[in-house]
């Protein structure tokens, strides 16, 4: 797989469309599908994460897991019975394998974090779209490489922060956006929960190490939960990350022995001024903790299920007259995992550019990239230099 495949020229003969999805503006190559026949997909990795990505398919119609791909041929077996439509998927140990049936047209990158670039590289080559879960990447030259794969092959790159198709999240980002908050100056954004689930023994092959226990192959809680809040946070600030700070360290109380970090905090500074503080900490037993952004004129609180916005004036300034009214809004409900399939299923039939795409989920990238570097290296890290 470290060669990489080759799409063959057989594939491109299919019938193309032309969404000028890619920084180059070419077209994807898209297969047009008859009728209502489901576009087919194969998932790799039948860990925990990919029940719930069943679960959100068998709900979508369009499209069909048609192959399934792990090393542990059993967790196959286990996430076969979950499918609730189509025909029983294939399964494949070798995703080389898997990658050279012509008669699928996408791949679901659901690996541990480190596998994520290599599965998405081969699949892009082999001619397949790849929804690829978060986090993206492990490191920003991984990003720039997946992103230059999928400008090559004309395929498309989705990455799985399912809270970009929350319908609660994106009626919270509208209403702050249509808000009187003025600019936004500053957040301060978390992710607070227990610890990892401990895998049962049968979910690894023997003398395989639980993977989240491992820095080099996780990134640790600022990529393996953090990444979500801090999407959002790029979503809402809109605007480039620039500088990173951060300061981390494992507490490794509760897990078997590890070395990825499970506490954190993180301060990012972006290109309009705007700054984010971030906090993740997987000893947390309590309820979550809410997350706020600081505007000139108001506060905002969101959280997974209410949006509420209080408003002020700047001491010392003549008042503008009366404030607006403060806001408390319900945001809960939806599902962003199924919605976020559904809206694949408009890119794979070339209706819509796949969202978020590559370069968004570059984003994050460079934040968490950047906190693991500042960490171990006591420093401010520049992003750009992470290129």
Known sequence: MKKGLIASEAAALAIWSGQKALASGQPLIIKKHKGSEPYKLGLVGCGNRSKQHISALNGVPEIEIAALCDIVPHKMDQRAKLIQKGPEP???????????QDDLDAIAVVLPNYLHKMATIASLQAGKHV????????????????????????????????????????????????????????????SYRGDWRVPDQDEYPPGVEYWRLDQALCGGVVYEMGAHIID???????????????????????????????????????????????????????????NYFFGVNGTIELSDKTLGIRYGQPNGFPTKG????????????????????????????????PYPDGYLGRQSIQICQGAIISAQEKTVVNVKDLA
């Open 90 to 100: 294939r399964k494949y140990v070798d995703l080389e394998k898997m990658l050279q």
């Open 322 to 353: 009366p404030l607006p009214k403060s806001i408390q809004m319900d945001i809960s409900g939806g599902d962003g995992t199924k919605d976020q399939w559904k809206y694949f299923a408009q890119v794979l039939a070339g209706q819509v550019d």
């Open 131 to 190: 929804f690829c879960e978060k986090p993206m990447a492990l490191t920003v030259a991984d990003c720039n490489e997946m992103i230059a794969t999928s400008e090559r092959t004309r395929r498309a790159i989705q990455i799985g922060t399912q809270r970009r198709h929350s319908s609660g999240y994106q009626k919270a980002v509208e209403a702050i956006r249509k808000s009187s908050v003025g600019r936004i100056l500053s957040s301060d954004v978390n």
């Open 232 to 290: 959002v946070n790029n979503w809402i600030f809109d605007s480039e990350p620039e500088t990173v700070v951060s300061l981390q360290g494992v507490n490794d109380l509760a897990l078997r022995t590890r070395n990825s970090t499970d506490h954190g905090g993180v301060l990012v500074q972006y290109a309009n001024g705007a700054m984010m503080n971030y906090g993740g900490n997987l000893y947390t037993y309590g309820p979550a903790g809410a």
